[in-house]
């Protein structure tokens, strides 16, 4: 079945260590997503892809780092420079590298920071 | 700029009742993109519809049905006859037709929706 997958479910790190959120697509999507997700909040975007190899940062991209080397892979890591790193992080992928587009979520893992 | 409002934090409503989500956007173009996603307890967001800016005949799927109409700025969802697994999170979103690539899509804060047995 083709679709979007995150792992893990559900993270715990201590604080100060850095950690990388996984997301992988068999869509062939050009484009991927990373969102995060706070209690009674909507979505705000971390980063984006349009194209292997390349990102631009989103809303709130501080303390945050991805790399995209293959079309299928976008992975997320939550440096310690990040204040609260507590949160749902939802990644997404669409078909062409317009927003235009609907996008196609994952599971979401849900980080948890002490 | 972009913005969209969903005023309704919280809804609950007895099953098989009718309930409608309200959307108001805010945006400098006159081609845009309207969006509604369905966010169930598991946490994945599922796509429900896509509307384009110039197409305002509303949209009817099964019990799902929704409204825009660009005089009030609005995209509101209407659930007929509503079910127990219809209870969510449902977020309303908005994309500014693409002119460069730091054109993103905005989502509303959602409003979470209570269908009770």
């Known amino acids: 079945d083709g679709g979007i997958t995150q792992s893990p479910k559900y993270l715990f790190r201590k604080e100060g260590q850095n950690v990388t959120l996984s997301c992988e697509q068999n869509?062939?999507?050009?484009?991927m997503y990373w969102y995060r997700q706070d209690p009674g909040q909507g979505l705000r975007l971390i980063y984006y892809s349009q194209i292997v190899n390349d990102f631009q940062k989103g809303d709130i991209a501080e303390g945050y780092s991805v790399s995209r080397e293959k079309k299928e892979s976008f992975p997320l890591t939550v440096t310690s420079a990040q204040k609260n790193p507590t949160a749902f992080y939802l990644c997404a992928s669409s078909i062409l590298a317009e927003v235009t587009y609907e996008q196609y979520f994952g599971p979401g893992t849900r980080l948890t920071v002490t | 700029a972009q913005k969209v409002t969903q005023a309704q934090t919280e809804i609950s409503v007895v099953e098989k009742e009718d309930v409608t989500l309200d959307c108001v956007y805010e945006t400098r173009d006159t081609t845009y993109y309207l969006f509604w996603y369905k966010q169930p307890p598991s946490g994945e967001l599922v796509f429900l519809i896509r509307?384009?800016?110039?197409?305002?005949q509303n949209e009817i799927s099964g019990r799902y049905s929704w409204n825009f109409q660009k005089s009030t700025s609005s995209f509101n969802f209407t659930i007929t006859a509503s079910q127990v697994v219809d209870s969510a999170v449902y977020f309303c979103?908005?994309?500014?037709?693409?002119?460069?690539?730091?054109?993103?899509?905005?989502f509303g804060k959602g409003t979470r929706l209570h269908i009770l047995p």
């Open positions: 509307r384009n800016s110039f197409d305002e």
């Open positions: 979103a908005l994309s500014e037709a693409p002119m460069n690539r730091d054109d993103k899509i905005i």
């Open positions: 869509l062939n999507h050009d484009a």
